[in-house]
């Protein structure tokens, strides 16, 4: 959009122009570089994309693929579901991608598109809760992601009251639950982290939209009628 022409907008990608009449592939986020004009990074249902729009807007040009390799893990109805990636964003230097799917963040190297640098199971124990969350549609959440100022670090919403703080370096992931009363908890999150869920525990109280500011270590996270803010300050 040109913002001294509001009622004129030009598409920069199309996916019919991709050949897709024929097969589901939507797009579930974008954004551009922080600092730089032309690279765009895009999300969709399949996986991580990248294009400079200084080249071209046909996406059949210049288009950079970020394909993981293939599992060996045997494939079931939850398979399709756990790979869509909801959101993706840059590091606020630009040099990395935090893509998020339903249960976990991925970060990749902007340099390297055959594997992602790390692979963050966000909290394995509410796999327990997908035959449920099937039933309910929540399979099809999409949870933002927000670079912290410093690009080392992403936010990104949870069940359960919950938003997870994931490190790029390490792949430290700290869970943060907060309540009505002002309180929250912190406690991280290992890798094979496995626990049995309390009967209190629903994933029907989740945080989709969350964001960090951009320049200041300060969190927003909405959650039904309400946002709350969180601050390394205070």
């Known amino acids: 959009y040109d913002v001294e022409k509001a ?11 991709l050949g897709m009449e ?20 895009f999300s969709t249902n399949k996986g991580v994309r990248t294009c400079d729009l ?16 293939p599992s060996t893990a045997k494939k079931n109805i ?5 790979a869509c990636v909801s959101n993706a964003t840059f590091s606020n230097e630009g040099n990395l991608i935090y893509a998020r799917d339903l249960l976990s963040m991925k ?11 790390e692979i963050v199971p966000l909290f394995d124990p509410v ?9 309910d549609d929540s399979v099809f959440d999409r949870f933002m992601t927000s670079s912290s100022p410093c690009g080392t670090k992403v936010v ?4 359960d009251k919950t938003i ?8 430290r992931n700290e869970q943060l639950k907060f309540g009505y009363d002002r309180s929250f908890r912190s406690r991280e999150i290992l890798k094979g982290h496995s626990e049995k869920l309390g009967a209190d525990f629903s994933h029907q109280y989740k945080s989709i939209r969350t964001v960090w500011h951009p320049n200041k270590n300060l969190i927003a996270s909405a959650f039904e009628s309400s946002i709350f803010i969180f601050s390394q300050d205070n």
């Open 78 to 82: 939850f398979t399709d579901f756990l």
């Open 127 to 135: 796999k327990s809760k997908l035959a449920e969350m099937y039933e």
């Open 54 to 69: 200084r080249a071209s807007t046909n996406v059949r040009k210049g288009i950079t693929y970020f394909t993981e390799p």
């Open 22 to 41: 024929d097969d589901a592939e939507v797009i579930t986020s974008s954004q551009i570089h922080p600092s730089k004009d032309g690279p765009l990074v």
């Open 107 to 117: 970060i990749w190297d902007v340099r390297i598109t055959n594997k992602p640098v």
């Open 156 to 159: 990104t919403g949870f069940y």
């Open 7 to 17: 009622d004129y907008a030009m598409p920069m990608l199309e996916l019919s122009q």
């Open 164 to 171: 997870h703080i994931v490190g790029s370096k390490g792949g």
